[in-house]
Nanobody, 121 residues
Framework: QVQLVESGGGLVQAGGSLRLSCAAS????????MGWYRQAPGKQRELVAA???????TTADSVRGRFTISRDNAKNTVYLQMNSLKPEDTAVYYC???????????????WGKGTLVTVSS
């Protein structure tokens, strides 16, 4: 079992910046990809950015050039640096991790409880 705890959300003016953090605990040896999703009211949850243990990055077109994902494997922590924030970035941001092949947790998908980011105009 993996537990994910997000932090760093809050209220920010358009054009501002925030950094989200997600710390993983538990069976962290089983984790492959870690990343961030977001869900705005009335909309589906969408991928923001993800980073595999091997260093492969996936970033949504809507945030490319503004958001940067990074990962500290020693601390089992993933970060999302969000710059040039826009009102449409307002959402609950969820940390996600999936289990690597070859582990007993393979096929499991872990989620944090979410942290709210509100961007005002």
């Amino acid at each position: 079992q993996v537990q994910l705890v997000e932090s760093g959300g809050g209220l920010v003016q358009a054009g501002g910046s925030l950094r989200l953090s997600c710390a993983a605990s538990g069976s962290t040896f089983s984790i492959n990809t870690m990343g961030w999703y977001r869900q705005a009211p009335g909309k589906q949850r969408e991928l923001v950015a993800a980073l595999s243990s091997g260093g492969t990055t996936t970033t949504a077109d809507s945030v490319r050039g503004r958001f940067t994902i990074s990962r500290d494997n020693a601390k089992n922590t993933v970060y999302l640096q969000m710059n040039s924030l826009k009102p449409e970035d307002t959402a609950v941001y969820y940390c996600n991790a999936d289990a690597a092949a070859g582990t007993t947790d393979y096929g499991m998908d872990y989620w944090g409880k979410g942290t709210l980011v509100t961007v005002s105009s």
